[in-house]
């Protein structure tokens, strides 16, 4: 076998679950709507970073399709599936897109481990850690203090912090309408 490349895009991105390789944007998310044996999917015009498998017809929700398997090229992990072609006229568009398992990606945003907050108080610094979902972004006022804080981004909300009074963290959840 040959050297394996890994490349390496710019903006928001999903990983692989395993080894943290990049499988594709954000920007390149076509739709959440699809379904897996293991459950949820997503659909992608583009993905990088993966090998194919051999081509197959396979039965699916929709109806019948030629696939073929596609695995992250740094671990060997299956992440998911390409459409080749789609044996139904209703099912043409999906022809040449790649669907990602999204119990076996991350958003790269989900790969942070820990942070910490100066509160500015005369209690302690307050340290979060180990939060799955964790800091994204932080919004600043002109003295330096942390004004917002993302702690957690899933598909459908978000939490963040957007006060903190002594020791205690105002958190906030935001649902998104997507």
Known sequence: MGRVFVVEREGRSYRCK??????????????????????KAYLFNNAINI??????ERMMLSGLHTVADIFCCTC???VG????????????????KYVL???RIV???????GFFIDSRSS???IQIFWIRHCLKS????????????????????????????????????????M
């Open 138 to 177: 932080m919004v600043m006022d002109d003295t330096g203090s942390v004004r917002v804080v993302l702690l957690d981004f899933r598909d459908d909300y978000l939490t963040i912090c957007t006060k903190i009074i002594g020791c205690y963290l105002v958190v906030k959840r935001i649902v998104l309408n």
């Open 101 to 103: 398992e999204r119990g």
């Open 76 to 78: 060997g992990q299956i």
């Open 51 to 56: 090998s194919f498998g051999a081509l197959e």
């Open 123 to 125: 209690c302690f610094p």
């Open 107 to 113: 958003d790269d945003i989900e790969f942070s481990t």
């Open 81 to 96: 599936w390409k459409y080749e072609a789609a044996h139904e006229k209703s099912q043409k568009y999906k022809e040449g």
């Open 18 to 39: 395993y080894c943290n390789t990049q499988l594709a944007l954000f920007d390149d998310l076509a739709s959440r709507a699809f379904h897996c044996r293991r459950g």
